[in-house]
């Protein structure tokens, strides 16, 4: 297996075929009779805690959006059994591994706390006003 490069639009990248590996396994996706007979079905493992040529940051993002893909050991399991053929679903698994570690590349913004505004918190009070009003004039009073 060569290595994995993934260009994206600030950054190219490469992981290492050595931490990357895969086994193959009996298919429950298409393949008709044939299915029962090959080994189709691709397990892609990236050594995710044992990588040092992805930033860690970059790491950490990865780890955390796919908390559930991860094994004991801390490597980040691709599964893929859609295609007829063992090549094509290790292609569709590097694929998806590589479009997983693009995504983690863009770093989220932080989130700056706002305040309402003054206009937004009287009419807030304001409505609130008129809808007890409302309720009050259908109590019954005595005279």
Known sequence: M???????PTAALVI????LSWTAARSSGPGGQNVNRVA?????????AGNESLHPALRQRLAQRHAARLDAQGRLVVIS???RTQAGNLALALERL??????ATVVPKKRRPTKPTRGSVRRRLDAKKRKGEKKASRRWQAD
């Open 16 to 19: 290492p075929a050595r931490d």
């Open 2 to 8: 060569d290595d994995l490069h993934i260009t994206t």
């Open 40 to 48: 189709s079905k691709v397990d892609l493992r990236f050594d995710l």
């Open 81 to 83: 059994q859609s295609a």
């Open 98 to 103: 590589a479009s997983w570690v693009e995504a």
